[in-house]
């Protein structure tokens, strides 16, 4: 890797977790300034302006959690492994796994009304984790784990959204009381599905 290339990545593996914990409106070049020890030039030199830096962060953000994500499931002998794997990895939404929380979560939040890429970006980051429950779903029912009627693409949609909404009242309420009841709800749902 070049020496501009390091140092454009230094820049937003330092700049991530702080767009994902203060959002990207919050976030100033100061903060970024401050955590890399660059001076201003020196950041403009790699990024044009924030709005490029913050693009690149949700990039980062995103693919950190989805590399931790894949490795955790890609332990799993079973489609309901798999299912409960993606469960627990997001079961913890006051010590979750990327700091300041769930990026998608977070930046979707904050983007969806006011920054067209950056939902586009997060847009594509929920269709992909949805595409990944309905194919564990779907690989359990050719495996004659799952009820052949189970409608894969609507389970899917119903555990990514409760374990959003789980996330959000854990990072809100400072606990994970309300997450257990998810989770536990989840779980007997695909218990419920399983043969």
């Not at 290339?5 to 977790?17: D, L, S, V, Y």
């Not at 990024?47 to 980062?60: G, S």
Request: with cysteine.
């Amino acid at each position: 890797m070049a020496k501009g290339e390091e140092t454009r990545q230094f820049i937003i593996e330092k700049a991530a977790p702080i767009f994902n914990t203060k959002g990207i409106a919050a976030t100033s070049m100061s903060d970024i300034m401050e955590a890399t020890k660059l001076s201003k030039g020196s950041m403009y030199v790699h990024f044009e302006n924030k709005e490029v830096l913050a693009c690149a962060a949700v990039d980062h953000n995103m693919k950190i959690l989805g590399d931790k994500l894949l490795a955790a499931i890609s332990k799993s002998k079973t489609a309901k492994e798999e299912l409960f794997t993606y469960i627990d990895f997001f079961s913890n939404g006051v010590n979750p796994p990327l700091t300041g929380g769930c990026p998608l979560l977070n930046f979707g939040t904050e983007a969806d009304d006011t920054n067209p890429v950056v939902k586009e970006k997060i847009n594509q980051g929920i269709k992909y984790n949805q595409k990944l429950l309905e194919n564990s779903i779907k690989k359990g029912i050719a495996n004659g784990e799952f009820n052949p009627n189970w409608n894969a693409a609507d389970f899917a949609t119903v555990i990514f959204t409760m374990m959003e909404g789980g996330h959000l009242i854990s990072r809100m309420s400072g606990n994970n009381d309300k997450m257990k009841v998810v989770t536990t709800t989840l779980k007997s749902m695909i218990e419920e599905n399983s043969l």
